[in-house]
Structure formats: structure tokens, C-alpha cells
């Protein structure tokens, strides 16, 4: 274990990592499922694009949070109106979660996640060309 730690140090190191991030990669080498792969990706490939596979990784854990986004922004992103996207909402076709306003006769709040709205929007039963400006 001592050994794997130091050939492990000695691999970061030599790819520019700090003593700070080595020491916390290796804390979180056997708790993380994320850290463990990163780690058996640089020790079994030798040549590989680091900034490509950091990035990788960073966008794989942000998809672990959930994120949402408004009918607007949606909009933006799909080059759907936002009376499409009500329509298809309504029609149980686009994902969302409904939350009320705080008094319960508020306005309704909408949310979307933007993954899984991409993924249905890129099925090919759903097919949207986005309009060019």
C-alpha cells in the first residue's frame, strides 16, 4: 500500500498535480467511485491529453448534482418557444417538477432538468431544429 502511495505521488507529481491535491487524491482514492477510475486511468494509460481527461471528469461530476432551469432559459438552449415547451409539458412529454409558491396559492414554479430534457429532445420521435438567429 506504501509502495502503490509512492508510485502514485511520484505519477501526480510528474504531471503537475500539487502536494496539496496529490495528498487529498489519495485520501479519496478508496472512498470514491469518481477518484478510484480517475486514478486507474493514469496509472493504465500512458498517453493521454490530461486537460481533456480533467475535463471529462469534471463535467461527470457535475452531472452528479441536479441542476434545473426555467421555460426561458430552455427556450435559449433548445431554440423551442416557450409555448412549445408548455404545450409539451401539458402533453406529459417534456420531464419537469412543479413546485407551488409558499402560500400554496402562488405561482407555480417549474423546473427542468436540462439533461434529460437534451435527451428527449434528441430522441428521434421529438426532433427540434434549432432556429439560427
Known sequence: MINDNYTLIKKLGS??????HIYEIIIRKNTSPLIKDFIERIENNESFKLEDM?????????????????????????????????????????????????SGAGRKIILYNPDEFKDMILAPKYKVHKATA
Request: net charge positive; proline share 4%; aromatic share 6%.
Open 54 to 102: 480533467l475535463l471529462d471528469y469534471f463535467l461527470m461530476a457535475d452531472k452528479m448534482k441536479p441542476i434545473t432551469c426555467n421555460k426561458n432559459t430552455l427556450s435559449i438552449l433548445t431554440g423551442l418557444s416557450t409555448r412549445q415547451i408548455d404545450e409539451r409539458r401539458r402533453a406529459r412529454q417534456i420531464p419537469s417538477i412543479q413546485l407551488t409558491g409558499q
Open 15 to 20: 504531471l503537475g498535480f500539487s502536494e496539496d
